[in-house]
């Protein structure tokens, strides 16, 4: 994120973040997010304008980062909090998640600057939104308020890099990739290795307990491969030629999506319990994904109308999942027999039927039509076809959906 207004979703994160620090009332602030969102360059803008002295430091090596490194840079900030006097100072952690233990230090460290009137105000960046809430979870109760980035949109894309609506589908939303754009080989092996190894190796498998590390690598591909199709956990097994079991595929696409990569959306049952035995629907958070793991070129993505289709599916779909992500809304999808929907989506007690179709000519929709009759939705949308353009609803920010 640049520090301008975030158009996705309507929230302009660095005076989110400004103004939170400026509070009265401290709070440790986590900002958290897939890698390659901006979430360091955010927060070096912020503290830059801000008007108090800050200590900005990363743990991104952690074979040479513990606790009482951590200790080490939290005295610093004490140091400039004490001379600034009222004013007090900011302390940033980057990549704190990866310091062994780090949220029981960071309780400790806290509570003891509380108990002296300390203003020392603290931010914490994590590329993984499911590492970086595990220990504030369970260590800092009440003591912390998330701050969550998603993937770039395809409005924040084009304000920012001239995208038009065939490259951010091709492409997808990450913008350290898009001055890679006219090079597409090269833009994928960048893609591959610093941006999914990177997240896969650094960010799920060096911090979370894998066993079968080569399954969840397969498992993403896999679920690149089939994204925008809903798979059931025994025949990913079947595809993955694997003597694992369906809770470990579970847990594993768990992870993916805490990583920010590729999540499993359940089936809208209007029960609980139905909705999460059902089999998973495949979607990428970033399209991007999608394109570098099939290997094809923009060309022969967009000739292939099949993929193309699929691919403007997973776009819609990515735009709704990081909204959710962030806590908009929650998202499934609906099926029973031969009748779909492609997206559910749910806020309070609104629910929005959404069925995306690449091509112009106008189709029989069936699943909205029965969907509709079930479940009496707030409003059914036709995304793409003679419907919603899909540069329009890629556009604008999911809450314009589900509003009155």
Request: charged share 20%; net charge positive; hydrophobic share 45%.
């Given at each position: 994120m640049s520090g301008s207004s975030n158009p996705s979703f309507e929230r302009d994160y660095a005076a989110v973040l400004a103004a939170r620090l400026g509070e009265p009332r401290r709070f440790l602030h986590v900002v958290a997010g897939p890698r390659q969102v901006g979430k360091t360059t955010?927060?070096?803008?912020?503290?830059?304008?801000?008007?108090?002295?800050?200590?900005?430091?990363?743990?991104?090596?952690?074979?040479?980062?513990d606790t009482a490194w951590l200790?080490?840079?939290?005295?610093?900030?004490?140091?400039?909090?004490?001379?600034?006097?009222?004013?007090?100072?900011?302390l940033a952690l980057d990549e704190a998640q990866k310091v062994s233990g780090w949220s029981e230090a960071v309780k400790r460290l806290w509570d003891e600057d509380t108990r002296a009137?300390?203003?020392?105000?603290?931010?914490?960046?994590?590329?993984?939104?499911l590492l970086v809430q595990r220990g504030p979870a369970e260590s800092l109760a009440g003591?912390?308020?998330?701050?969550?980035?998603?993937?770039?949109?395809?409005?924040?894309m084009r304000a920012a890099f001239g995208c038009s609506l065939e490259q951010y589908l091709y492409f997808g939303g990450y913008p350290g990739a898009a001055p890679l754009m006219d090079d597409p080989p090269r833009w994928r092996r960048y893609l591959l290795d610093a941006l999914v190894e990177a997240t896969i190796a650094r960010d799920?498998?060096?911090?979370?307990?894998?066993?079968?590390?080569?399954?969840?690598?397969?498992?993403?591909?896999?679920?690149?491969?089939?994204?925008?199709?809903?798979?059931?956990?025994?025949?990913?097994?079947?595809?993955?030629?694997?003597?694992?079991n369906t809770t470990t595929l579970a847990h594993y696409l768990e992870l993916l999506a805490g990583a920010g990569m590729l999540t499993g959306l359940t089936k809208f049952a209007g029960a609980v319990v139905r909705s999460r035995g059902s089999s998973p629907k495949l979607q990428v958070f970033n399209t991007a994904l999608?394109?570098?793991?099939?290997?094809?070129?923009?060309?022969?993505?967009?000739?292939?109308?099949?993929?193309?289709?699929?691919?403007?599916?997973?776009?819609?779909?990515?735009?709704?999942?990081?909204a959710a992500a962030c806590g908009v809304c929650e998202l499934f999808y609906w099926r029973e027999g031969n009748r779909e929907v492609d997206f559910v989506l749910r806020a309070g007690r609104a629910v929005v039927a959404i069925e995306v179709k690449s091509g112009?000519?106008?189709?029989?929709?069936?699943?909205?039509?029965?969907?509709?009759a079930a479940f009496k939705p707030k409003r059914s949308l036709l995304v793409g076809g003679d419907g919603i353009?899909?540069?329009?609803?890629?556009?604008?920010?999911?809450?314009d959906w589900l509003q009155p």
């Open positions: 955010l927060v070096r803008q912020v503290l830059a304008e801000f008007d108090r002295p800050s200590v900005f430091v990363s743990a991104d090596e952690p074979a040479l980062r200790a080490a840079q939290w005295e610093r900030a004490r140091l400039a909090a004490k001379d600034a006097g009222k004013r007090g100072a900011v009137g300390l203003p020392l105000r603290v931010v914490l960046l994590g590329s993984a939104p003591r912390f308020e998330i701050l969550r980035l998603p993937h770039w949109s395809f409005a924040e799920v498998l060096l911090l979370t307990r894998v066993d079968k590390p080569a399954l969840l690598r397969r498992l993403f591909e896999l679920g690149c491969r089939y994204s925008g199709q809903v798979l059931s956990f025994t025949k990913m097994l079947g595809q993955l030629h694997d003597a694992g999608l394109t570098a793991q099939s290997g094809l070129t923009p060309a022969e993505a967009r000739a292939d109308h099949e993929f193309w289709g699929r691919l403007t599916e997973s776009a819609v779909g990515a735009h709704l999942a990081n112009r000519a106008p189709v029989a929709l069936p699943g909205l039509a029965a969907f509709g353009p899909v540069n329009e609803f890629l556009s604008r920010p999911v809450t």
